[in-house]
């Protein structure tokens, strides 16, 4: 009666104990409560910030040099590229010319005459002449502000909180993922001489071609097949040379024709020339020496000619200021007061007697 009982009860137990599991799944959706093990909160942005990053620019210099008044160019080609010369300027320095008449401007050096001339005190290059559109003995106000290379921060970047969505191609039904694979490359069968494998692998092994038979104790000894063994495995290790074996003689012609290939490719094989010992880095303020600004690319390209053609190694380095590009041409670095002052003894004989010793 009691098993009875027992049995009936199960069905009860279990529709109780699974309405409980329901009430209880009910409550966690309705409070939360398991949600937020799933969910993210959407109320995570990222941080905003921002780098400050610095570049270097020229910045006007007036404190240093400024002078607005006539200036003239007599007519005469000269070299060096873009430059005025001036007799208050104390140190060589980079220069914004203006010519007031028009409002064109180009960036030059500046500098002291090595001669003073009669007329206006501001001589003007041939290039600079040119780019400000000046005309041959017509004196024209130009002024004149000094540049200096400083740096400069620029605005911060701002970076935007919101990420962008992102939304994965759904792929298209019925895609074959083996036909999207890549095809596998071709592989080149070839067929194996087994003949030729076979007697590679003879050789290498060096086993003999028969092997002596095992005899027991209460068997008697068989004289005759011992004494064949014995005299196939000598054939087989090369001791006794059997009476069949013909010698052929190496032909001599393929190691030789290998031993001339090798000589010629080891004499068409180019020998690298020893590096250079790297030279020592300058320990001068100034190493280097200014042969002119030019606004014109090609000007200075003939400039660097100039330079090679006179055993000097120049660099063309290309530069903007103002919205205007322009082109330095040097030579250098010196490591030494000395070599710099035969380097530059050596570009005034060129002719470029307005060169000037600079940073870079």
């Given at each position: 009666m009691a098993l009875g009982m027992t049995d009936t009860g199960r069905p009860g137990l279990r529709l109780l104990a699974g309405v409980s599991l329901l009430v209880l799944a009910t409550a966690c959706t309705e409070t939360g409560g398991g949600g937020a093990l799933f969910t993210s909160n959407g109320a995570d942005t990222a941080g905003t910030g921002g780098s400050t990053r610095l570049v270097e620019r020229d910045?006007?210099?007036?404190?240093?040099?400024?002078?607005?008044?006539?200036?003239?160019?007599?007519?005469?080609?000269?070299?060096?590229?873009?430059w005025v010369a001036h007799p208050d300027v104390s140190e060589p320095e980079r220069a914004l010319i203006r010519n007031t008449a028009n409002n064109k401007f180009v960036i030059g050096a500046l500098f002291k005459p090595s001669l003073d001339r009669a007329g206006p005190r501001f001589q003007v290059s041939s290039d600079a002449a040119e780019a400000l559109g000046m005309l041959a003995g017509q004196p024209v106000n130009i002024q004149v502000t000094a540049l200096r290379r400083e740096e400069v921060p620029t605005a911060p970047a701002t970076v935007d909180p919101t990420p962008a969505p992102q939304s994965a191609a759904p792929e298209p039904a019925g895609t074959d993922v083996a036909s999207s694979m890549p095809a596998p490359a071709e592989v080149e069968t070839a067929t194996l001489d087994t003949s030729a494998t076979s007697e590679t692998a003879m050789s290498e092994a060096g086993e003999p071609a028969a092997k002596k038979k095992r005899r027991w104790f209460w068997q008697k000894k068989d004289t005759a097949a011992e004494t064949a063994v014995d005299t196939g495995s000598d054939i087989a290790t090369g001791s006794i040379a059997p009476a069949d074996v013909q010698t052929a003689t190496l032909d001599a012609a393929p190691a030789a024709q290998a031993q001339t290939q090798a000589q010629v490719q080891s004499q068409a094989t180019p020998v690298k020339p020893a590096a250079r010992p790297a030279k020592p880095a300058s320990t001068?303020?100034?190493?280097?020496?200014?042969?002119?600004?030019?606004?014109?690319?090609?000007n200075a390209q003939n400039t660097a000619v100039a330079m090679r053609q006179a055993g000097m190694i120049p660099n063309v380095l290309e530069q903007s200021s103002q919205g205007k590009t322009f082109w330095r041409v040097t030579v250098g670095p010196a490591t030494t007061t000395e070599e710099r002052a035969a380097l530059l003894k050596k570009v005034k004989a060129a002719g470029f007697t307005d060169a000037y010793a600079v940073t870079n």
């Amino acid at each position: 009666m009691a098993l009875g009982m027992t049995d009936t009860g199960r069905p009860g137990l279990r529709l109780l104990a699974g309405v409980s599991l329901l009430v209880l799944a009910t409550a966690c959706t309705e409070t939360g409560g398991g949600g937020a093990l799933f969910t993210s909160n959407g109320a995570d942005t990222a941080g905003t910030g921002g780098s400050t990053r610095l570049v270097e620019r020229d910045v006007e210099a007036p404190e240093v040099f400024e002078a607005s008044e006539a200036g003239l160019w007599d007519g005469r080609p000269s070299l060096g590229g873009v430059w005025v010369a001036h007799p208050d300027v104390s140190e060589p320095e980079r220069a914004l010319i203006r010519n007031t008449a028009n409002n064109k401007f180009v960036i030059g050096a500046l500098f002291k005459p090595s001669l003073d001339r009669a007329g206006p005190r501001f001589q003007v290059s041939s290039d600079a002449a040119e780019a400000l559109g000046m005309l041959a003995g017509q004196p024209v106000n130009i002024q004149v502000t000094a540049l200096r290379r400083e740096e400069v921060p620029t605005a911060p970047a701002t970076v935007d909180p919101t990420p962008a969505p992102q939304s994965a191609a759904p792929e298209p039904a019925g895609t074959d993922v083996a036909s999207s694979m890549p095809a596998p490359a071709e592989v080149e069968t070839a067929t194996l001489d087994t003949s030729a494998t076979s007697e590679t692998a003879m050789s290498e092994a060096g086993e003999p071609a028969a092997k002596k038979k095992r005899r027991w104790f209460w068997q008697k000894k068989d004289t005759a097949a011992e004494t064949a063994v014995d005299t196939g495995s000598d054939i087989a290790t090369g001791s006794i040379a059997p009476a069949d074996v013909q010698t052929a003689t190496l032909d001599a012609a393929p190691a030789a024709q290998a031993q001339t290939q090798a000589q010629v490719q080891s004499q068409a094989t180019p020998v690298k020339p020893a590096a250079r010992p790297a030279k020592p880095a300058s320990t001068l303020a100034k190493p280097y020496l200014q042969i002119g600004i030019f606004s014109v690319e090609q000007n200075a390209q003939n400039t660097a000619v100039a330079m090679r053609q006179a055993g000097m190694i120049p660099n063309v380095l290309e530069q903007s200021s103002q919205g205007k590009t322009f082109w330095r041409v040097t030579v250098g670095p010196a490591t030494t007061t000395e070599e710099r002052a035969a380097l530059l003894k050596k570009v005034k004989a060129a002719g470029f007697t307005d060169a000037y010793a600079v940073t870079n």
